[in-house]
C-alpha cells in the first residue's frame, strides 16, 4: 500500500506491527498462523498494550492510542478474511471503545500573547511563524512543509489563495490568504533555505518543531500542551467560527469531506454564545418593546 498511503499512516501501521511482535515475544512464541486468531487473543493484545511501559521518556499508551493499534491489526485481519485466508474474523465480537476528548485550542488572547512576543533566537522565532501561520490558514503541519510558489494564486475576488492538495486525505483546498498570512510568507520569501528548498517555509522535523513549541508555550505562560496540531484547532476555533464565519465555509477550508468532521474540531467558544445570545435577547427586547408601544 505504499503508493497509496503517506508515510505518517505507514509509520503507525509498522509501530503496530512492533508492538504485535512485542507481545508475541512476552507469549513466548515468534509468530502464529492467522487460523489461530481469536477473540482471546485481542482481548490479551489489549490487555498488554494498556499495560505496555516503554523504556524511554514516553507514557503508558491512553485509551484512544490502544484502540488505533487495534483498529489497525483490525484491517489487516479483515483483509486477510476478505481474501479467504480465514474462515471466520477474530474481530466479529469486538467492540472498540474511544474516549471522546475535548479539541484544545488557543482562545484570542493566547493567540495574541504568542504573536506579539518576539524571540530573538532564530528556531524560535520560526517556529512561532509556522505555528501562526497554521492559526491563519488551517493548515497540518506536512501541508504547510510541502507549500512551494505554484500554490499561490489570485481567487475569483483577486487576492492571493493558497490551493493545494491535503496530504492526509488529498482533498484539495482553497484557502484565501489572511493578511497575517500573507505577511508571513513574505517575510521568508529571501530567506537561504526557503531558496534551496523551493518551499514557502525553511523546513524543520514535526518532532523539532514540537518540542520547541512547548518552549514557546512556558515563555508565552500558556498552561496548555501546546502543539502544531493545535494551531488547526485554532483556526477552526477562535479565528474562523468565533468570528461568524457558517460551519459549511469552515468545512470547505479544513478540507473536509462531511461537516460532521468540522464539527469534531471546530467547538463554538463561549464568548461566541454569548454574543449569540445577547443578539437574541435583544431581538426579544425590540420585539416587547413594540408590542407594549402598539
Known amino acids: 500500500m505504499s503508493e497509496s498511503l503517506s508515510y505518517g499512516t505507514l509509520k503507525n501501521y509498522f509501530t503496530t506491527q512492533k508492538y504485535v511482535k512485542l507481545f508475541l515475544i512476552k507469549k513466548k512464541i515468534q509468530d502464529i498462523y492467522l487460523s489461530q486468531l481469536t477473540?482471546?487473543?485481542?482481548?490479551?493484545?489489549?490487555?498488554?498494550?494498556?499495560?505496555?511501559?516503554?523504556e524511554d521518556h514516553q507514557k503508558q499508551m491512553e485509551n484512544n492510542t490502544v484502540m488505533k493499534h487495534i483498529q489497525r491489526l483490525r484491517k489487516m485481519v479483515t483483509l486477510a478474511y476478505k481474501m479467504e485466508w480465514i474462515d471466520k474474523d477474530p474481530f466479529i465480537k469486538f467492540k472498540p471503545t474511544y474516549i471522546k476528548n475535548e479539541r484544545e485550542f488557543l482562545s484570542e488572547n493566547e493567540l495574541r500573547t504568542i504573536i506579539e512576543k518576539e524571540f530573538e533566537i532564530e528556531r524560535l522565532e520560526?517556529?512561532?511563524?509556522?505555528?501562526?501561520?497554521?492559526?491563519?490558514?488551517?493548515?497540518?503541519?506536512?501541508?504547510?512543509?510541502?507549500l512551494n510558489e505554484d500554490n499561490i494564486t489570485f481567487g475569483i475576488d483577486g487576492g492571493k489563495w493558497i490551493i493545494t492538495n491535503r496530504q492526509k486525505t488529498h482533498n484539495k483546498?482553497?484557502?484565501?490568504?489572511?493578511?497575517?498570512?500573507?505577511e508571513l510568507i513574505q517575510k521568508y520569501e529571501y530567506h537561504l533555505k526557503t531558496k534551496k528548498t523551493k518551499t514557502l517555509f525553511p523546513n524543520i522535523s514535526n518532532?523539532?518543531?514540537?518540542?520547541?513549541?512547548k518552549e514557546i508555550a512556558d515563555l508565552c505562560k500558556i498552561k496548555k500542551n501546546l502543539?502544531?496540531?493545535?494551531?488547526?484547532?485554532?483556526?477552526a476555533t477562535t479565528v474562523t467560527l468565533s468570528n461568524g464565519v457558517p460551519i459549511e465555509t469552515v468545512s470547505k477550508l479544513l478540507g473536509h469531506s462531511k461537516i460532521a468532521t468540522t464539527q469534531i474540531y471546530a467547538r463554538v467558544i463561549e464568548r461566541k454564545?454569548?454574543?449569540?445570545?445577547?443578539?437574541?435577547?435583544?431581538?426579544?427586547?425590540?420585539?416587547?418593546?413594540?408590542?407594549?408601544?402598539s
Open 207 to 213: 518532532q523539532k518543531l514540537n518540542s520547541y513549541l
Open 273 to 293: 454564545v454569548s454574543e449569540d445570545m445577547q443578539t437574541l435577547k435583544e431581538k426579544f427586547n425590540s420585539q416587547q418593546s413594540k408590542s407594549i408601544i
Open 227 to 235: 502543539t502544531f496540531h493545535i494551531a488547526r484547532h485554532t483556526f
Open 39 to 54: 477473540f482471546r487473543f485481542l482481548v490479551d493484545f489489549e490487555k498488554f498494550l494498556r499495560s505496555y511501559v516503554p
Open 126 to 146: 520560526l517556529v512561532k511563524d509556522l505555528f501562526v501561520f497554521s492559526c491563519y490558514t488551517g493548515l497540518s503541519y506536512i501541508d504547510v512543509m510541502n
Open 173 to 182: 483546498v482553497k484557502i484565501p490568504l489572511l493578511p497575517i498570512a500573507e
